[in-house]
């Protein structure tokens, strides 16, 4: 197996291994775990392998799930199908950089994602690296967002165009999660920034150390939560990636943010993924 790193700060591309070996071979699938805990997102080309090997390999890593709004393949419980058509012009969950279910109390580790089909152009997807997006905070930033807490929304997010009755039956099953801004990597200790577009609020902003009125906490809290968000956008954390059919990407959903690039007419893009089921934040 090669690996060649595609950016200083996240990504690397794997050549030379075919994922359904790693199913039965334990040497080969250290190699990749290793890979992806240094490089955050791993990306493969022509793996012209089956659904079944596709989950077979990504519960290496662990149990998978579905997700609650988009459907998953009959045969295959776990595996997501993110499948855009030309009648879908105006959904775009997508498109706003987020790490996956954190509304979930428990967020996903991980993912493998598989293109069934993509357009002739565009429809790249992009990650950050969000460990390195917290190191290269300001100090006094670091200092300021130590100890806060947040919560993540599905109801503010998937379930925003939903009628009222269908969102709050949606919260009621997932309630919003609250999570650490900044979690620590369970295996490489690292700290992570860990908010996105699915983080609604602090929880414990409005604290006599931080807000002397209220016109501290309204726009302060507001302001910071938009500024830690927006760190996912600064190009020198990211790599991007172009699709083309039966290519796949492994990533570490606990440090990298990922932005579905909506740049392509109306068209066909076809993605199947795996999530790994994941442990809660701390």
């Known amino acids: 197996m090669k690996v060649e790193q595609l950016t200083y700060a996240i990504g690397a591309e794997l050549t030379g291994v075919n994922l359904a070996d790693a199913v039965h071979d334990d040497a080969l699938f250290a190699e990749i775990r290793a890979a992806l805990l240094k490089h955050r ?48 012009p105006n959904d775009r969950y ?48 670091k200092a300021q967002i130590a100890g806060l807490y947040a919560r993540h929304s599905i109801e ?23 999570h650490p801004v900044v979690r620590t990597h369970p295996e490489t200790g690292e700290k992570v920034l860990f908010v996105s577009a699915f983080t609604t609020h602090f929880t414990n902003y409005h604290t006599p150390e931080r807000v002397r009125f209220g016109q ?28 083309k059919p039966n290519s796949f990407a492994i990533w570490d959903n606990r440090s990298t943010q990922h932005y579905a690039v909506m740049d392509y007419p109306p068209c066909h893009r076809k993605m199947e993924r795996a999530g790994i089921i994941g442990d809660k934040p701390y």
């Open 41 to 88: 997102v791993l990306f493969l080309r022509d793996q012209n392998i089956t659904r079944t090997e596709h989950v077979a390999f990504a519960r290496r890593f662990g149990e998978l799930e579905d997700h609650p709004v988009a459907g998953s393949d009959p045969e295959h419980p776990g595996l997501v199908r993110i499948y855009k058509t030309p009648d879908q």
């Open 94 to 141: 997508e498109n706003a950089w987020h790490a996956d279910a954190t509304w979930r109390e428990a967020p996903q580790f991980g993912a493998v994602l598989r293109c069934v089909e993509c357009p002739p152009v565009g429809g790249d997807t992009m990650w950050a690296n969000m460990a390195l997006a917290y190191d290269k905070l300001p100090e006094h930033v």
């Open 156 to 178: 503010a997010s998937f379930g925003a165009a939903m009628p009222i009755e269908k969102r709050h039956a949606l919260k009621a099953q997932f309630p919003d999660a609250e």
């Open 216 to 243: 501290d906490a309204n726009p302060g809290a507001g302001d910071l939560l938009r500024y830690l968000v927006s760190q996912a956008y600064i190009p020198e954390y990211q790599v991007r990636w172009r699709w």
